[in-house]
């Protein structure tokens, strides 16, 4: 069963702020998570554990370093 | 630079399991309060000893969720307690380069490795959290207070057992004599309340087992002593040069004098038995101070109400300094921090001095015969007017031995 857009992003908003306190709201996707959202990579690594835990995808280390913005990993998730 | 600089005390912080900051402990303590009660973890069946001196505010609650989850318990009190002093200080402006942090744990994050050993074994290596290493390294506290502050003068953590507080505190004082720093936030911090160190320090025998009475367990210099009780928080201090410190109008709690060192090449857990060790550390610490024994008024014992320790020590301030200080153990209400021992203690050795006032040892019902030396009882007791010091001792398995001297202002 395939989630929405917008489920992800909610999901991945609630993640970030779990993890960083960046209010959920600020996470849209066109947002960059190093120059919009100030996220250094080892808070990604939490947020693709997270990540992982919650939408059941594994997201290869190989793979995380491409996911630039919020909507590359919506798409890594939805694909 | 001159070795002549006067180092003073500008800011105190503490969390402990008598209270969330300095001042409410300090209350605490005068009031001969406990902060010893029995634990109701699910595997409390599992230890022969079922009490502990928690801290008495959780620190998840006082910390943001982002910064909790990447610091260890044992780095959360320490950083509680530094903003506490930091902001109690003044937050000096100082030169990065003059900043210097030196603050250790005894054992460090110790509940991040077991708790990510079974996550590892539960669910393999990647669902550890990035975090992991800088939760279990004992130099994390120091680290995260160094980038709190901005310290660039350098960011140490002694860690020597239970004497890990009292050396960085020590070696806090020797920056800023030396030169190196001008401003230096030191102090140490504990987390260890795990069923694993329960049993291992029930293992050495070295623990409390006062099960039907939690609050009476921890009963320094009583005949009736069995163990220590442990205890967990941190204890901070921002010691500053007092020439920075006056020239910002700075509030000044007492001079940080001197401190002493010794080790006792003796037995890896046990105290030497004639004291000797803790004696030199004394005597350095009032040496290094420019203090003669006369001077010495008030001592916060290192007393952690084992059998073997307390009466030695009492020995050694009695051959040190004299029987005229009043010497009091407050471990007897927050139970033993271990790393953090030696930072709450200097804590209340400093608010001490200037309140004029010694919070008493409770629990003392039968006085060891081995003790002649002055223990404030029951009640606190007053302090004399005019320039006096204090010392506060502090002693760590593998032999450690630091003494910090404190004098008023």
């Known amino acids: 069963m395939a989630l929405t857009e917008q489920e992800i992003l909610a999901g991945l908003g609630k993640i970030i702020n779990e993890i960083t306190g960046i209010p959920a709201a600020e996470v849209t996707p066109e947002k960059s998570f190093v120059d919009d959202l100030d996220i250094d990579s080892l808070s990604m690594v939490e947020i693709a554990v997270a990540a992982q835990d919650e939408f059941g995808v594994e997201i290869p280390d190989d793979q995380l370093k491409h996911l630039k913005t919020v909507k590359d990993v919506i798409s890594f998730i939805q694909a | 630079m001159s070795k002549d600089r006067v180092v003073v005390v500008t800011g105190i912080g503490a969390t402990t399991p008598v209270g969330e900051d300095a001042a409410s402990s300090w209350s605490a303590l005068l009031d001969g309060r406990s902060g010893v009660r029995a634990l109701t973890e699910d595997w409390i069946d599992s230890v022969p000893v079922k009490f502990a001196g928690r801290s008495a505010t959780d620190p998840r609650d006082v910390l943001p969720r982002p910064e ?174 007092e020439e920075h410190a006056r020239a910002r109008g700075a509030k000044i709690y007492a001079v940080a004098a001197g401190a002493g060192y010794s080790s006792d090449a003796h037995h890896i857990a046990q105290p030497e038995p004639s004291g000797a060790g803790i004696q030199s550390a004394m005597r350095r610490a009032v040496e290094s101070a420019g203090l003669t024994a006369a001077d010495i008024r008030h001592v916060n014992a290192h007393a952690t109400s084992t059998p073997a320790g307390d009466v030695v020590e009492t020995i050694a301030i009695k051959e040190a300094v004299g029987v005229h200080p009043l010497v009091t153990s407050t471990k007897s209400m927050t139970g033993h921090l271990l790393g953090g021992a030696g930072g709450i203690e200097s804590v209340f050795t400093i608010l001490a001095l200037r309140e004029r006032i010694v919070p008493p040892t409770i629990n003392v019902d039968d006085l060891d015969d081995g003790v002649e030396v002055d223990i404030v009882r029951a009640e606190p007791r007053k302090l004399p007017d005019g320039q006096i010091a204090a010392v506060n001792n502090s002693f760590g398995f593998g032999g450690h031995n630091v003494a910090v001297a404190f004098t008023s202002v």
Request: aromatic share 6%; hydrophobic share 45%.
């Open chain 2, 68 to 241: 909790s989850r990447r610091l260890d318990r044992a780095e959360q009190f320490a950083l509680i307690a530094a903003r506490e002093a930091w902001q109690d200080a003044g937050k000096p402006e100082v030169e990065p380069t003059r900043l210097g942090v030196a603050v250790g744990s005894g054992i460090g994050g110790i509940t991040t490795i077991l708790d990510a050993y079974d996550l590892f074994k539960e669910k393999g290596w990647n669902r550890l959290s990035p975090y992991t290493v800088p939760m279990l390294m004992p130099n994390g506290a120091a680290g995260w207070i160094g980038i709190e502050v901005g310290a660039q003068a350098g960011v140490h953590s002694p860690v020597s057992a239970c004497a890990t507080g009292a050396e960085g505190i020590a070696y806090g004082i020797q920056m800023i004599k030396d030169g190196r720093a001008d401003v230096v936030v030191a102090g140490g911090t504990e987390a260890a309340i795990h069923p694993l160190n329960l049993a291992s320090f029930a293992a050495m025998r070295a623990m409390s087992t006062r099960n039907d009475e939690p609050q009476r367990a921890s009963r320094p210099f009583d005949k009736g002593r069995d163990g220590f009780v442990l205890g967990e928080g941190a204890g901070i201090v921002v010691l500053e040069s």
